[in-house]
């Protein structure tokens, strides 16, 4: 079962991928699956979150029951798959997105 605090870090760290590659379809595809159920599981809206970021650590900061929350993430957890496809390009091609061709 994925708790609030597991959405909130598996969004993150896709979303940490989609802004350096804002070209992904796949790393897009799936940072909205996310954000869907952030909003449809959790009544988080996406654009009420906040990020703050650090030396060491990504803060995400959100209300929720009326309550002003902060969850933070160490970014060597949140940038691990981003320095994956950095160290190995060749395998995170992307793919045209076979609609616009």
């Known amino acids: ?5 597991d959405t ?3 969004w993150l760290t896709i979303k940490v ?3 350096a590659r804002p070209d992904d379809l796949a790393a897009s595809e799936t940072k909205e699956l996310f954000e869907e159920l952030l909003v449809e599981k959790y009544e988080l809206p996406v654009s009420e979150l906040t990020i703050e970021t650090e030396e060491d650590m ?4 959100y209300e929720r029951n009326g309550e002003k929350k902060k969850t ?3 970014r060597e957890l ?3 798959m981003l320095n ?7 395998k995170f091609a992307n793919y045209p997105n076979e609609a616009e061709n």
């Open 1 to 5: 079962m994925n708790s609030l605090q």
């Open 8 to 10: 909130l870090y598996n």
């Open 17 to 19: 991928v989609c802004d």
């Open 58 to 61: 990504y803060y995400v900061h």
């Open 72 to 74: 933070r993430f160490p």
């Open 78 to 80: 949140i940038e691990v």
């Open 84 to 90: 994956q496809i950095n160290l190995e390009p060749e």
